[in-house]
């Protein structure tokens, strides 16, 4: 588990992190927590000749309040989304997600904007911040730009962000007093998500007014399911309802087949567990 | 200190044995400050690093290693045809069979590779980056030749895995037992059950295991000195020189082989690798020391496996459930070669499939396959889980065939505690136990009537969430071996174990053991086996293993024999210890050794107040200047004890599950169990080694196989695909214990290392089948994962694996991702 030679770096800036990036080209890699990079270098997978790692750069970590959005720093580790109060108040089922990351050690080391950089099509963050409608902040040689997290994830592992670019935060719009809950099915507690569904709804009087839905590992993107968060407007609250209004969930995604599950099965489960995280997120 | 570990210096000495004292070995082995084979550096030192075949059956038609040897820091790059006039062919020591077809195993492949992850040469160098830097470099050709997988097909001999042979079939036991009372043998009890009785046929499927010790496997050799030095990893250092010497042709007398503290084996370490043999012939040839230390994905390839059975059963019965006969017919599958056990470890299941019920007749009937996968050998229970899951599992669907309650049904067939001593249909004698005392007592804890209640309730309400309860009664042999009983079992080697008694001037001990702890906790529990019988504090005893320049004569660890074989041998020293002391002091005290008793750490003579205590008479020994004449001036003394008979723990377990029969997720309730391993000695280590026996039980239950593509590339090639749960994934364990102290050995002491791992498994699946017994589902293939698990509430057939597209080793998943291929740039899909 020895990664190929490479060189490192560690900036204390954006700007410095991104001029050393263009000096590298493509033979460079951003090291956020190296929770999945790390593991691709020991297996020679990867094997960047430049490390530059963003570990250094304090402006890029921490959770501030911009009035109609919350903003997360791109190198927050996972624990502190999960012990944030700004997150657990506008943006409930992000808690809940980064919560089921693997394990404390990891939950520690990895970050949000790795985790979104990184694009897992079975990692936890994507689907979350899908439902709320984020909005993800880059930086490359020509400024800044911002790109809804709609149009982010492209394929497995591929994301809009340039070769020349960084990922530097994340702007989540605020969506106080929702609820929320992430719903992960794995068979072992430290595992990825065999299919997962991000759920924030908005309830008054036992019936569903809006409802943000996004699934985790349907398909090599996180999967908005703007149709069942249509059919669930006005819906009340109950098992039965919620049933009829998310039956088709997974209706056109592609899930994968695997050891743990074909596809049918995970259709299957997008179903329920669509069903459970809205009715846990609707407090019913 | 806590509580236990106080001595209480009163009237009465509080015993040793019995006592929950926190392990010695704990402190440095938690914390890490220990010699971890892979944590040594010797001057000098040069690394090793493997190139393994990415392809499951190819002939080698080349490899070239000239730019590995270009690269910076290379020494050398050795390929199989370098060592192919020295490397012999790694051993296998069971001949199951007098026909058994062994075919060679060279530890470096010479012109074909038969599983992906067998070595194709080896790079030395001056760091380990720089070797595995050089890996890369050697470019191997292969001719790909078609894979065989599954031991069935490749019973049919279409690609033979070794040509030599001409099939692919190893061996093929049949042993045929039945009782004088038997109508005849177990074919006429089936044809008698056919017209007046039931014949009751199951197949199960023990999937492929990969052992999953926490240290990875690693090894240096020191050739520099008189003696060659090999630091290994293993659970056998003794074995593995006898077999390094006979295999490699080194005089025995010039090799020392070390196995320092080793984490965790679980029988993965109990085999003679590849690795080993070619880091000391790599060494030996370079006149250096070199080390290899694998992997974890090189671990999980090409370490052994284990289990990997398919199972047909037959169960012959009177039509009132009492058991006539039983025919287990077995296809067990060796991997590409046979490993050191071999067919050996199924075999091992021979006696117990069986169990605890008293069969009229009874057939045993094995193939041993080869196939394009890795090796398997020993994995905790070896042989005996998959006999034990067979009974259990055909029980209790009987049960449910003949609408009995399972427990009644095993009542009525079991041995009763009276009837013990017992020759079992196998021709074992079980010397003792009580299952009706441990059913009894695990009934009461686990709330067996209640639970039932609660069952019929779910049922009755259609609840999503419905209740299973499965049982386990068994029993195991355990307390490898009576070196008689292996020699008619045409084993190489004996099973009795050795063990020293060095009494130092001062008065404190050395205890020289020669099984080898690998985790276990062998140091506290003979300290307090010694402690008590020399009446020394348990702090004055050090116990030594493990290396064979200081326990020089040993069989090592494995198949819960330490304690009852390797135990009994220190206490039989301790006796000879006491017998020569008992003439010093009597010399000393001036009075005849048949005056003088020995208690408490004090030689008297009988009825006077005149006494020399342990240590005086040591100091005696050691000084030697008033010994008795022809009296040789030390009191150590070594003793070899070879058992008479197996060791026969038993127990009943109960688990209850909750299955979610929208998801299928199967989550355990409940779980109970009362094991009677006889006497006790450490009821702390003892409740460890059924925690940890029980996880790796119901973790084949639930969770764990080794999956292999169609191409022979392991699909579960790192802990992201190959599942191993931790602490939230298991119920809290309740575990309590009958006591029926053994008669055969002078401590009363049963084996307790592999009882819960060969127990639990089929409480577990007997309680997920019986949850959906509504749905008319008869088995659950293991792991019964959610997606088995739905399928068979779908209805649908299940146990049909579904594989990934073939991936590459080298593109496989990681630790870091979560097992889809990389395609895209954030990862760099360039494997450079
Ligand atoms: C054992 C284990 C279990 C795990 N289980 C889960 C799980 O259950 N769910 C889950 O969601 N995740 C899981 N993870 C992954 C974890 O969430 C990682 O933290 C995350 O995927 C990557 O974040 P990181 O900070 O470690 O990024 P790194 O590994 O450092 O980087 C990942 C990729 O993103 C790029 N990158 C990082 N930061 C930026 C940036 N600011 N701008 C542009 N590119 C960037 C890197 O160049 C690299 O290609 C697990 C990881 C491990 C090791």
Redesign the interface.
Known sequence: ??P??FDYHAPESVDEALRLLAGAGDEA?LLAGG??????M???????EVVIDLGRIEALRGVRDDGESIVIGAMTPHFEVVESALVHEHALVLSEAAATVA?PQVRHRGTFGGAL???????DMPAPVLALGGELVIQGPGGQRTVAAADFF??????A?G?DEILTEIRIPKHTGWGGHYEK?T????????VAVAAAVRAEGGSITEARVALT?MGSVPIRATAVEQALAGTPADADSVRAAVAAVAEGTSP???????AD?RR??AA??TRRAVLAASGA | MTAVDERTTGETPQLEVGAARHRKEDQRLITGRTRWTDNMSLPGMLHMAMVRSPFAHARISSVDVDEAKRSPGVVAVITGSDLADVQGTLPNVWTITPEQKTPAHPSIAVDTVRFAGEIVACVVARTPAAARDAVELVDVDYDELPVVLDTVEALKDETLIHPDIGTNQSAHLVMDHQTESSVGDVDAVIEAARTDGIVFERRYEQQRLIPSFMEPRSMICDPTGEQTVLWSSTQIPHILRVLLAMSLGIPESKLRVIAPDVGGGFGGKLQVTPEEFITVLVARRLGKPCKYTETRSESLMAAHHGRAQHQKITLAARKDGTVTGLKAELIADMGAYLSLLGGGTPKLGAFMFNGIYKFDAYRFDLRTVFTNTAWTDAYRGAGRPEATFAIERIMDDFAHELGMDPLELRAKNWITHEEFPFTSVAGLEYDSGNYEAATAKAKELFGYDELRREQERRRADNDQVQLGIGVSTFTEMCGLAPSRTLGALAYAAGGWEHASIRMLPTGTVEVVTGVTPHGQGHETAWSQIVADRLGVPFENVEVLHGDTQIAHKGLDTYGSRSLVVGGIAVVKAVEKVIEKATVVAAHMLEASPGDIEFAEGRFSVRGTDQSKTLAEVAWAAFDAHDLPDGVEPSLDADAAFDPDTFSYPHGTHLCAVDVDTETGEVTIAKYVCVDDIGKVINPMIVEGQVHGGLVQGISQALFEEAVYDESGTLVTGSFVDYLVPSAPDLPHLTTDRTETPATTNELGVKGVGEAGTIASTPAVVNAVVDALRPWGVDDVPMPCSPHRVWQAVQGRSVGERTVTQPVNPETMQTDGSSGQLPTGDATGGDDR
């Open positions: 588990m020895i190929t030679e890699k929770q999945s990079l790390l593991p691709v020991r297996l020679r997978m990867a094997a960047p394990d950089a990184h694009a897992d099509p079975a990692g492209e394929d497995y592992f591929t994301t962000l070769e099915f068979r072992v507690a430290q595992q990825w998500s065999i590992n994968p087949s695997d050891i743990n599950g074909d099965y299957h489960l329920v567990l």
